[in-house]
Nanobody, 118 residues
Framework: QVQLVESGGGLVQAGGSLRLSCAASGSIFSLKDMGWYRQAPGKERELVAVVTSGSGANYADSVKGRFTISRDNAKSTVTLQMNSLTPDDAAVYYC????????????WGRGTQVTVSS
């Protein structure tokens, strides 16, 4: 079992930046993917960014060029640097991991709120 703890959400003005961090603990030796989903009110949860164990990264089209995901395997952390935020980025952001042998996320964080004022 992997436990995930997020930090770094908050309120920011449009055009500003926030940095989200997520620390994994527990059975962390089998983490293939680490990443972030987000869910805004009335919308489905969407994948924002993911980084593989080899540090390859993928992003949603809506955040490409503005968000950067990074991973520290030694510390079992994943970070999402969010720049040029817009009100459309406002959501609850959930950290997740996918362990080897699974096709879907295997653990989730509790979520951290990101609010962007216009």
């Amino acid at each position: 079992q992997v436990q995930l703890v997020e930090s770094g959400g908050g309120l920011v003005q449009a055009g500003g930046s926030l940095r989200l961090s997520c620390a994994a603990s527990g059975s962390i030796f089998s983490l293939k993917d680490m990443g972030w989903y987000r869910q805004a009110p009335g919308k489905e949860r969407e994948l924002v960014a993911v980084v593989t164990s080899g540090s390859g990264a993928n992003y949603a089209d809506s955040v490409k060029g503005r968000f950067t995901i990074s991973r520290d395997n030694a510390k079992s952390t994943v970070t999402l640097q969010m720049n040029s935020l817009t009100p459309d980025d406002a959501a609850v952001y959930y950290c997740y991991v996918r362990e080897y042998g699974y096709s879907r996320p295997t653990s989730w964080g509790r979520g951290t709120q990101v609010t962007v004022s216009s």
